[in-house]
């Protein structure tokens, strides 16, 4: 099972924006000298005070040059606020940078607040996605091409780079609602999936779904899903507990506020039907106790508490890998991220591998 590490290069109260850049770069280099498989990079536009990953493609360069086995994805891509084929070349560049360590993971966000700022309607994300994503594989053909959709135009184009992989980095897609969980297996693309906006027996229907979906379209083996999570590894179960419980009351007060704040920008034709989801997942992240957080949202405990617990989440899920968020809430002191980060490499992951 693959396991990695979601960064969003949070930027702590009181501490610079060049101090939050190292301190993410020495995340990095830690994940890559502790062994972990991967490392996972947010999109996140116009807000100071949670993070400086506004240009994840930069940051994803920059890792690939000071890394030698570590692969560095992300996590994700928000395909609908970029040129598709300023995309294309940017993410073959990279392939071409890492050798190969480049995995494109691609989504359109739930929240639509990055949308309002650079004027785009939150609810032309979806067709945006689709045609941008067909765009962007049609340049790594490396052949000249044109199209003419609603959204983007293309006039006899030849892209290169074309990426390093053979066709193309592989793609991961963001799956948030259950419509999308049976249009991605019909495609037949892995999936990030999250709790945030649901439970662990709301997530298993969903991702049956995928699955039953992978199948009926005729692809080989069962999909691919990919489970994103907030992970904290304590020397004792005490410690796990304790430390990170400020950070992930303030985590899930955040994003019931987002649903809250997101609610009836979906799109015309299924604007009740979302607003009706993002109010209801916004009162239960609201309502949630810590007891609540640690049965159905997060991952904390000792090494041989998280070995069990990722055990139940791969039979229950049928997960192929987890993104760890070692830091969600962004108020752990770093010191404390690592050591966490230490435990999982050294102690969880080879009962997995």
């Known amino acids: 099972m693959h396991f990695g590490a979601f960064m969003e290069f949070g930027n702590r109260a009181g501490v610079s924006e060049a101090q939050a850049f190292q301190e993410g770069f020495r995340m990095v280099d830690a994940a890559e000298e502790m062994g972990l498989d991967g490392v996972w990079l947010a999109e996140l536009h116009f807000n100071p005070a949670r993070s400086v990953l506004s240009s994840p493609i930069?940051?994803?360069?920059?890792?690939?040059?000071?890394?030698?086995?570590?692969?560095?994805?992300?996590a994700v891509y928000v395909l609908p606020l970029s040129n598709p084929l300023r995309i294309a070349e940017e993410v073959a560049t990279v392939?071409?940078?890492?050798?190969?360590?480049?995995?494109?993971?691609?989504?359109?966000?739930?929240?639509?607040?990055?949308?309002?700022?650079?004027?785009?309607?939150?609810?032309?994300?979806?067709?945006?996605?689709?045609?941008?994503?067909?765009?962007?594989?049609?340049?790594?053909?490396?052949?000249?091409?044109s199209y003419e959709g609603s959204y983007y135009t293309v006039d006899k184009a030849t892209v290169t780079p074309i990426p390093y992989q053979k066709?193309?980095?592989p793609l991961r897609i963001a799956a948030n609602s259950a419509d999308t969980f049976i249009r991605l297996g019909k495609a037949g693309h892995p999936i990030f999936v999250g709790l945030r906006g649901m439970d662990v027996p709301e997530l298993r229907r969903n991702v049956e779904q995928y699955r039953r979906s992978w199948r009926e379209?005729?692809?080989?083996?069962?999909?691919?899903v990919s489970l994103r999570i907030p992970v904290y590894a304590g020397e004792t179960h005490q410690q796990a507990m304790d430390e990170p419980f400020e950070s992930i009351s303030g985590y899930f007060g955040r994003m019931g506020s987002l649903y809250r704040e997101s609610a009836g920008k979906a799109g015309p034709d299924s604007i009740e039907r979302a607003t009706e989801l993002r109010e209801g997942r916004a009162d239960r992240l609201a309502a949630l106790s810590y007891d609540q957080m640690l049965e159905t949202k997060i991952a904390f405990g000792t090494a041989e508490g998280l070995v069990d617990r990722f055990t139940q989440l791969k039979e229950e899920l049928g997960l192929d890998g987890l993104v760890a968020e070692l830091n969600a809430g962004g108020l752990i002191p770093e010191e404390r991220v690592l050591r966490s980060l230490r435990v999982i490499t050294d102690k969880v992951m080879p009962a997995f591998k």
């Open 58 to 74: 930069v940051i994803a360069s920059s890792i690939a040059t000071r890394t030698k086995r570590l692969r560095v994805g992300m």
């Open 95 to 145: 392939d071409h940078i890492s050798e190969g360590r480049f995995e494109f993971g691609i989504g359109r966000s739930g929240f639509a607040r990055s949308y309002d700022v650079f004027s785009i309607p939150y609810d032309e994300s979806q067709d945006r996605f689709a045609e941008s994503l067909e765009i962007i594989l049609q340049a790594w053909e490396g052949k000249e091409f």
């Open 167 to 169: 066709p193309h980095p």
């Open 217 to 224: 379209a005729g692809h080989p083996g069962e999909g691919d």
